[in-house]
């Protein structure tokens, strides 16, 4: 998993980092690190993990028919998928104990929790609603705990139209009256929204993150809360 291999770097222990997902891309140095996935580009290849000779694999994918011949090589494989900021700080501790840099670990976790007790007491009165876009084109959004608790710690109130995956017409966008919209791009190079333009028109504010800080747990997703509550706090 990306934040994962991140927060071992930040660690200090990126040297021990022996393979990266398909998405690995921060930082820089991730990059030149071997792949092991199958032809697809994205599913990890049992073999060249084994290949690898790694002590351990962690990951966020649940399930997996890959993991078994894995664990039957005997390499330890531990899955860990946050569904809320509380488990985010507690994955990172673990990868910090699994990597033999625990200290490290729970200063960062440490950081977070302070950071974020911060946060909650310089949030607004009054909390906007938030539409948070998980995938496009067309626009869609998810019912994900994870998320939720984000846009509360920054000063918000998470829009879910329903359970799970769901994408939103246009004309649903205007019943649900979003006040913010958050996007996972580049806050440089922002993608072009038609379908949101009506909402920004009657003052409803868009908020670029970077996809890999807005959607991943890892030591980043205090940046993510700081930019969606400086959009928040901008209106």
Do not use: C, N
Request: hydrophobic residues 40%; proline residues 10%.
């Amino acid at each position: 998993a990306p934040h994962f291999t991140e927060a071992l770097f930040d660690f200090g222990s990126g040297d021990k980092v022996v393979g990266v997902s398909a998405a690995d891309a921060r930082p820089a140095e991730a990059t030149a690190i071997p792949r092991p996935v199958t032809a697809d580009g994205f599913t990890p290849d049992p073999a060249a993990i084994i290949a690898l000779d790694p002590h351990v694999v962690i990951t966020s994918l649940e399930g997996g028919e890959w993991k078994q011949p894995v664990r039957q090589a005997g390499i330890h494989v531990v899955t860990l998928r946050a569904s809320g900021l509380e488990d985010a700080a507690r994955d990172l501790r673990i990868v910090g104990r699994i990597s033999g840099f625990a200290l490290s670990a729970d200063k960062l976790a440490a950081r977070m929790h302070s950071r974020l007790k911060e946060l909650d007491l310089a949030t607004v009165k009054t909390r906007p609603k938030v539409f948070v876009e998980t995938a496009y084109p067309p626009p869609a959004t998810a019912e994900d705990s994870y998320m939720t608790e984000l846009i509360t710690a920054a000063g918000g109130v998470m829009l879910v139209p329903g359970p799970g995956y769901t994408v939103v017409s246009g004309e649903q966008l205007q019943e649900m009256a979003p006040e913010v919209i958050v996007i996972g791009a580049d806050p440089d190079s922002p993608p072009e929204r038609p379908e949101y333009a009506r909402l920004t028109a009657a003052g409803t504010r868009l908020v670029y993150v970077p996809p890999d800080t807005l959607f991943l747990p890892g030591p980043r997703l205090l940046e993510a809360i700081e930019l969606i509550s400086k959009g928040i706090q901008s209106g």
